[in-house]
């Protein structure tokens, strides 16, 4: 992990500068006159400032999905019903953290770091 890039993109989460697709954004969310969808509407961030689809494991920030996990029943969101919206959150979420999970399954020799993911994210999983 490049620890570097890492930081500046902790410090920059709340930037607007980040893509949608970094984010979990409510249902009906309103968007500004350049067509960006209002802060407040955009949630549990998980991703790096480059993802272009919020589907693509590619870009996923692990620390942040970690986070993202472990927060998504605590988010009160605006316009969205909080049970519809934590369950689609939950969903988008756990297919990451599984498709990651058995992408580090088939590597060899992990860090002390991952392991320390994958143990969370089982937890959460409920594995």
């Known amino acids: 992990?490049?620890?570097?890039?890492f930081f500046e993109a902790l410090n920059t989460y709340g930037d607007k500068s980040f893509p949608d697709a970094a984010f979990i954004v409510e249902k009906g969310a309103e968007?500004?006159?350049?067509?960006?969808t209002l802060q407040k509407y955009r949630h549990l961030p998980h991703h790096t400032q480059s993802a272009t689809d919020p589907n693509a494991n590619g870009t996923v920030d692990l620390p942040?999905?970690?986070?993202a996990l472990a927060r998504v029943n605590q988010v009160k969101p605006v316009k969205e019903g909080a049970s519809a919206f934590?369950?689609?959150?939950k969903s988008h979420l756990q297919r990451h953290a599984k498709a990651l999970l058995e992408s580090y399954k088939s590597k060899g020799g992990l860090t002390n770091t991952?392991?320390?993911?994958?143990?969370?994210?089982?937890?959460?999983?409920?594995?």
């Open 31 to 36: 968007k500004d006159d350049k067509g960006k």
């Open 64 to 67: 942040h999905l970690r986070n």
């Open 1 to 5: 992990m490049d620890f570097k890039r």
């Open 114 to 127: 991952e392991r320390e993911f994958i143990n969370s994210c089982k937890s959460n999983l409920g594995g």
């Open 86 to 89: 934590r369950g689609r959150a």
